[in-house]
């Protein structure tokens, strides 16, 4: 693998991790009681719980998708590619959780737009990882 191509796809796991540590830690602080002010006036201004449940989701499947090696993103089960199988049952995971949470609640809404932002990340990856015209053709095409 170039260079070029190993430093974007290093560059892609580091925001992803640092996007994926900062959810775990806002849903621990919420899951704890510990929610800060910042958390619930950036919940209200994103448009509520449901658009911010969307925006995490595909945050979270957009970068994680995109900072795996082209041969685990390959990988699929029953059709369905491995990396969306671990994202949909982190995500159930994580929303199942609040059920015991005495400041949280489970929600099936919640889960839905989750759900709904790893399929939009689905789509966004498969064009962003397709193959440009420019590759595919080779160096004939280039002046």
């Not at 990396?83 to 929303?95: G, N, S």
Request: with cysteine.
């Amino acid at each position: 693998m170039p260079l070029a191509q190993r430093l974007n796809q290093r560059l892609w796991q580091i925001a992803c991790g640092c996007v994926c540590i900062a959810l775990l830690v806002a849903t621990g602080l919420k899951s704890s009681g510990n929610y800060s002010v910042f958390f619930a006036r950036l919940e209200i201004y994103l448009g509520g719980d449901t658009v911010v449940h969307f925006v995490a989701a595909l945050t979270c499947s957009t970068l994680s998708m995109m900072a795996v090696s082209e041969r685990i993103y390959a990988v699929k089960f029953a059709g369905i590619r491995a990396i969306v199988l671990l994202l949909c049952l982190a995500f159930t995971v994580d929303e199942g959780l609040q059920a015991f949470s005495v400041y949280r609640q489970f929600s099936w809404g919640d889960l839905g737009f989750n759900y709904a932002g790893l399929l939009s990340a689905s789509v966004l990856v498969m064009f962003l990882k397709r193959p440009s015209t420019w590759d595919s053709a080779g160096g004939e095409n280039v002046h």
